[in-house]
């Protein structure tokens, strides 16, 4: 039987991809996280030191700082992102041209490139010639002449808002699919009962949704932990270190100070954080289904 | 009366929800047929003009060439990534062999590792290869992110396609290649097609790979848009026109795809 082994081709040019472009380079800055290696002066890696570089960010203000942003991002992200979309997609599932049109258009923010988000919203929130800064503070004069990006709470704001306005419509077409695939006998008896929209909402369709919820939860989490466009086009990391999560301290780290042990330590540090998420995910996922199917 | 208040507030909502949307790109594509002095004030009245388009185009700034390593870049990417990720998709969906659930997981699973990770030691490999600032860098690093997400999409697809008359062809005496050329294939060819239209998007925006591994010959034009941050100040109405750039060929595709993607997405994340 020659279609035995069929199998087994099929997946080895993917294989190897992944292989070659994933599972290699995570074994090389592994085994460069234990080295000391500055790449300003030594082209070949230094020696082995431990796990010197782990212990030193323990200790390091920049870093914990970096963890203490990320955290913050992430949270506020998540939750906005996941409230927003399950809003939206209750109000886009019902049928007519204007739900179509706006459906339609959802898709614009996902395909833009988030470099090019952070360089728009850095224009529109410019405090001379910016649009938005410029509308607020003609609509409440107390905005007027707040310098957003150079204050670090309204810099974070920002950068979180370029976010879930980036993430929001690709969410809202998770939970469409997921509204789409619920059975709507229940929602319509109880409609016909007489029970209010919010509690029909709550009481009904938000139970039902609790396994798409948490996927989407967790993925929002995992695309979060990695944003590192905006704060680029955006922020720079400013004002000081405000803005500066735990990817693009990595960054820094590598290909400005070019301290190649101690960027690949912490790079392991963020894997192993992402890591940690997804195990805990696919764990919620299986006890998710049991409960479904029990 | 409640009735109209709702009707009229659920409009007003989705009206709402759609500046939301429309006006960051609206204003983007404003700003790049102003006048620099216009791009400066947040007038509507102005008169239009294509001279920022020529000025990006030409020295220093030379989008063009930015234009044609993001179209090679990214074309290259999807022409490898999705004949590859189909194949292992069929696999993945219909057959039940040993080792699958932990070969599909362990490619899944790379999706959580952050880009930053990956560009390290290749950012080394290629420095030592000097292969530093090729597009061929660039492809080699895109295809780590952009593969196991296009087996994923993929297998959505085929998941959907029902085996009948891949069984019945089989039973005819059909070999399993030629079922999957003849009949699999152009079943999964719209999936396919979202797929591969998903991956050109997700190359073309790549940012971060683009920004460590490209300095002057391979830059893409997401990193190109840094550069107009300049000693003067950022040149907004220039960074506009190249952002109409970026923008109008993924909008396309991505309008395109629209219908699909949805069903594409939810298939992939909920089963």
């Given at each position: 039987?020659?279609?035995?082994?069929?199998?087994y081709?099929?997946?080895?040019p993917?294989?190897?991809?992944?292989?070659?472009?994933t599972?290699y380079p995570?074994?090389?800055?592994?085994?460069?996280?234990?080295?000391?290696?500055?790449?300003?002066?030594?082209?070949?890696?230094?020696?082995?030191?431990?796990?010197d570089?782990?212990?030193?960010?323990?200790?390091?203000?920049?870093f914990?700082?970096?963890?203490?942003?990320?955290?913050i991002?992430?949270?506020t992200?998540?939750?906005?992102?996941?409230?927003?979309?399950m809003?939206?997609?209750?109000?886009?599932?019902?049928?007519?041209?204007?739900?179509?049109?706006?459906?339609?258009?959802?898709?614009?923010?996902?395909?833009?490139?988030?470099?090019?988000?952070?360089?728009?919203y850095?224009?529109?929130?410019?405090?001379?010639?910016?649009?938005?800064?410029?509308?607020?503070?003609?609509?409440?004069?107390?905005?007027q002449?707040?310098?957003?990006?150079?204050?670090?709470?309204?810099?974070?704001?920002?950068?979180?808002l370029?976010?879930?306005?980036?993430?929001?419509?690709?969410?809202?077409?998770?939970c469409?699919?997921?509204l789409?695939?619920?059975?709507?006998?229940?929602?319509e008896?109880?409609?016909?009962?007489?029970?209010?929209?919010?509690?029909?909402?709550?009481?009904i369709?938000?139970?039902?949704?609790?396994?798409?919820?948490?996927?989407?939860?967790?993925?929002k989490?995992?695309?979060?932990?990695?944003?590192?466009?905006?704060?680029?086009?955006?922020?720079?990391?400013?004002?000081?270190?405000?803005?500066?999560?735990?990817?693009?301290?990595?960054?820094?780290?590598?290909?400005?100070?070019?301290?190649?042990?101690?960027?690949?330590?912490?790079?392991?540090?963020?894997?192993a954080?992402?890591?940690?998420i997804?195990?805990?995910?696919?764990?919620?996922?299986?006890?998710?289904?049991?409960?479904?199917t029990? | 009366?409640?009735?109209?208040?709702?009707?009229?507030?659920?409009?007003?909502?989705?009206?709402?929800?759609?500046?939301?949307?429309l006006f960051?790109?609206?204003?983007?594509f404003?700003?790049?047929?102003k006048?620099?002095?216009?791009?400066?004030?947040?007038?509507?009245n102005f008169?239009?003009?294509?001279?920022?388009?020529?000025?990006?185009?030409?020295?220093?700034?030379?989008?063009?060439?930015?234009?044609?390593?993001?179209?090679?870049?990214?074309?290259?990417?999807?022409?490898?990534?999705?004949?590859?990720?189909?194949l292992a998709?069929?696999?993945?969906?219909?057959?039940?062999?040993?080792?699958?659930?932990?070969?599909?997981?362990?490619?899944?699973?790379?999706?959580?590792?952050?880009?930053?990770?990956?560009?390290?030691?290749?950012?080394?490999m290629?420095?030592?290869?000097?292969?530093?600032d090729?597009?061929?860098a660039?492809?080699?690093?895109?295809?780590?992110?952009?593969?196991?997400?296009?087996?994923?999409?993929?297998?959505?697809?085929?998941?959907?396609?029902p085996?009948?008359?891949?069984?019945?062809?089989?039973?005819?005496?059909?070999s399993?290649?030629?079922?999957?050329?003849?009949?699999?294939?152009?079943?999964a060819a719209?999936?396919?097609?979202?797929?591969?239209?998903?991956?050109?998007?997700l190359t073309?925006?790549?940012?971060?790979?683009?920004?460590i591994?490209?300095?002057?010959?391979?830059?893409?034009?997401?990193?190109?848009?840094?550069?107009?941050?300049?000693?003067?100040?950022?040149?907004?109405?220039l960074?506009?026109?190249?952002?109409?750039?970026?923008?109008?060929?993924?909008?396309?595709?991505?309008?395109?795809?629209?219908?699909?993607?949805?069903?594409?997405?939810t298939?992939?994340?909920?089963?």
């Amino acid at each position: 039987m020659k279609d035995r082994l069929l199998p087994y081709w099929l997946l080895i040019p993917a294989f190897m991809i992944v292989l070659a472009t994933t599972i290699y380079p995570l074994a090389y800055s592994f085994i460069t996280s234990f080295r000391a290696w500055d790449l300003t002066k030594s082209r070949r890696p230094e020696g082995f030191v431990g796990i010197d570089n782990y212990i030193y960010a323990t200790g390091e203000s920049q870093f914990l700082n970096s963890l203490w942003v990320t955290f913050i991002f992430v949270i506020t992200s998540v939750i906005l992102t996941v409230i927003l979309a399950m809003a939206l997609a209750l109000l886009l599932r019902r049928k007519g041209p204007m739900h179509t049109f706006t459906r339609i258009i959802l898709i614009l923010p996902f395909a833009m490139s988030p470099a090019l988000i952070g360089v728009s919203y850095r224009f529109m929130f410019n405090p001379e010639f910016g649009v938005i800064a410029n509308g607020l503070g003609a609509v409440f004069p107390a905005l007027q002449g707040v310098p957003w990006l150079a204050d670090p709470q309204l810099a974070m704001g920002i950068l979180v808002l370029t976010d879930v306005w980036h993430w929001t419509p690709y969410m809202t077409f998770m939970c469409l699919g997921g509204l789409a695939s619920i059975p709507r006998e229940t929602e319509e008896a109880a409609r016909i009962d007489g029970a209010s929209n919010l509690r029909i909402i709550f009481g009904i369709i938000l139970p039902q949704m609790r396994g798409v919820i948490l996927v989407m939860a967790v993925l929002k989490t995992i695309f979060a932990l990695k944003m590192f466009d905006q704060v680029v086009t955006l922020t720079g990391g400013g004002p000081g270190t405000s803005t500066e999560t735990l990817a693009y301290f990595i960054f820094n780290v590598g290909f400005r100070w070019f301290d190649m042990g101690y960027a690949s330590a912490l790079a392991w540090i963020l894997t192993a954080i992402m890591m940690f998420i997804s195990i805990w995910y696919v764990r919620m996922l299986l006890s998710e289904r049991k409960m479904a199917t029990a | 009366m409640k009735r109209t208040l709702s009707y009229v507030g659920e409009r007003a909502l989705l009206v709402l929800i759609s500046i939301v949307v429309l006006f960051p790109i609206a204003w983007m594509f404003l700003t790049a047929f102003k006048q620099p002095r216009d791009a400066y004030s947040l007038s509507l009245n102005f008169e239009p003009t294509l001279q920022n388009f020529v000025t990006v185009f030409s020295a220093p700034w030379n989008l063009g060439s930015m234009v044609m390593n993001s179209v090679v870049v990214a074309t290259v990417t999807v022409a490898i990534a999705v004949p590859c990720a189909a194949l292992a998709a069929y696999s993945f969906s219909r057959f039940r062999v040993k080792g699958r659930k932990f070969l599909f997981f362990l490619i899944l699973s790379t999706q959580f590792i952050p880009a930053v990770v990956i560009v390290l030691p290749f950012f080394l490999m290629f420095r030592q290869l000097d292969m530093l600032d090729t597009r061929l860098a660039l492809i080699i690093v895109n295809l780590a992110i952009v593969t196991p997400f296009v087996i994923w999409m993929i297998k959505g697809f085929i998941d959907a396609i029902p085996t009948d008359s891949e069984e019945a062809a089989m039973i005819d005496g059909a070999s399993r290649l030629r079922v999957i050329k003849d009949i699999v294939l152009p079943m999964a060819a719209p999936g396919i097609m979202t797929s591969s239209i998903f991956c050109f998007i997700l190359t073309w925006n790549e940012f971060l790979f683009a920004l460590i591994l490209s300095r002057r010959d391979a830059v893409t034009l997401p990193v190109g848009l840094v550069s107009f941050r300049t000693e003067r100040g950022d040149l907004w109405e220039l960074m506009s026109a190249a952002g109409v750039m970026i923008t109008v060929p993924i909008f396309i595709m991505a309008l395109f795809i629209q219908k699909h993607f949805t069903r594409g997405m939810t298939a992939g994340a909920v089963k």
